[in-house]
């Protein structure tokens, strides 16, 4: 499931960054066309875009040739959750806190969460 939803997502949020859809239309494309039970950012959302990036970038060391090579827009994305986090957390003095959305399932486990 993993590998399916994270190319999934990184496909769309690629599609986005392109301009050719918004996220709603694409969420909506997938669950009317292929009547998956969430569109891909759903999914996104729910997992999380660090945790997705991790998930590819495992694949793509596992089987090379590009396949479940992150999208520059996905990469992006997260790296820009951070960075706009920590901007957010170090004006407001709470140093090392990041957003939940950018954590992965390795962190929480490692947190006890």
């Excluded at 997502?9 to 292929?34: P, S």
Aim: charged share 30%; proline share 4%.
């Amino acid at each position: 499931m993993a590998r399916t939803l994270s190319m999934l997502v990184n496909e769309a949020v690629d599609l986005v960054h392109r301009g050719e859809a918004t996220r709603e239309d694409v969420d909506t494309a997938m669950r009317l066309g292929t009547n998956y039970p969430k569109g891909p950012f759903e999914w996104l959302d729910e997992l999380g875009a660090a945790t997705v990036l991790e998930n590819l970038r495992v694949m793509d060391a596992a089987y090379p040739g590009g396949r479940y090579r992150p999208s520059e827009a996905l990469v992006a994305l997260v790296a820009g959750a951070v960075e706009h986090q920590r901007e957010r957390t170090h004006r407001e003095g709470e140093r090392g806190r990041f957003d939940t959305r950018v954590r992965t399932r390795q962190h929480d486990a490692a947190a006890g969460l």
